[in-house]
């Protein structure tokens, strides 16, 4: 079976295409706007198979109609390709919605002309749920205003998915509305790669202690938690790309059409606190950091309930927080060729 991943050479549709090729035959869309191509050989250097990349903006209803006319014969699709900086869409909000709802509706279009089932799992963020009203977070926590333009794109695009699958008997889709996602590859052979300045906790530490950072600015201390950092629920973007796999093979056994949606987290909240702390323990580096103030949009707690994953979908996490901040710097000593064991 060959499966479609758009945004597949960014961080997590590269780890889910390493677990996608163990099963099945890979196609990457990616026009490499927040992704370098070199990625591409070092997915190459650890996949099960070789996955083939077409360089495509997702934007351009030409060359998405080529993408579908050249590989027709696709059973899923595992759509990442998105704007993700909550700060710069804030900025530019055109921007994030043209790239973000653009790119579904041009897929979509194609999706409805193509007489065989689809397949299709969508990249959705618990940042639908803004500031919850219940924790942890299930999947009936109602929907709020999004606190940002990127987070209004994921509950647009959630819409538009639902719509579609009510009317396109062809399409089966899920949502798939992940907490944080961190770490790398056990290889260290692709890992998270922010272009420019992280925007991200866990790069910004290991870049801090890879020295390209002079410190890390901790975003408020005041916050409603035991200490006073905010709570997020990290999970090893291994374990996120195989909840893909998981949603995929559900979809294919289901007989009819269907559109559901799924909190993919560990269930246990960290503070940024505690993440440092962690972080210093198993890798026994020292995070250089201060204090600042609170970064706008920032809630105080967010974590899954992920029984719906865990009980439908029969995936469930494997890897440990430690494992997880291990991984990560072990991807970015590997990537700065550091070799300050
Ligand atoms: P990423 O930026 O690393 O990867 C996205 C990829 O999509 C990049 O390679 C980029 O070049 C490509 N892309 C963007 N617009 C495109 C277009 N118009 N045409 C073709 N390719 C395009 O991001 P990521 O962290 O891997 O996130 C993947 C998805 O998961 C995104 O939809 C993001 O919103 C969502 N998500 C991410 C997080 C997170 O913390 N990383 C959390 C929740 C949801
Ligand atoms: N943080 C810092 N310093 C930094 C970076 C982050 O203190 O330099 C803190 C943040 O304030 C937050 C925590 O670390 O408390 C995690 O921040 P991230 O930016 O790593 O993650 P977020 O939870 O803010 O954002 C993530 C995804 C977004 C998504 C959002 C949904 O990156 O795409 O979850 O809640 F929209």
Known sequence: MKVLVTGGLGYIGSHTCVELSKKYSVVIADNLINSKIEVLERLNSIAHSRVIFEKIDLRN????????????DITGIIHFAALKAVGESVEKPLLYYENNINSLLNILEQVQQLNSEINFIFSSSCTVYGEPLNLPITEEEP??????????TKQICENIISSSSKLNMNLKSISLRYFNPIGAHESAAIG?????????????ITQTVAGLREELTIFGNDYNTPDGTCIRDYIHVTDLANAHIKAFEYLIEKEFSTNEVFNIGTGKGTSVMEIIKSFQDCTGKKVNYKIGKR????????????????????????YSLEQALKSAWNWEKNYRKLNNE
Request: glycine share 6%.
């Open 143 to 152: 929907i709020k205003k999004a606190y940002s333009p990127y987070g209004e």
């Open 295 to 318: 970064r706008e949009g920032d809630v105080d707690a967010t974590f899954a309930e992920n029984n719906k994953a865990l009980d439908t979908l029969s995936w469930s996490p494997k």
């Open 61 to 72: 209803k030409k060359e998405v109609a080529f993408l579908f006319e050249k590989h027709g």
């Open 192 to 204: 998270e790669l922010p272009l420019g300045k992280p925007q991200n906790l866990i790069p910004y």
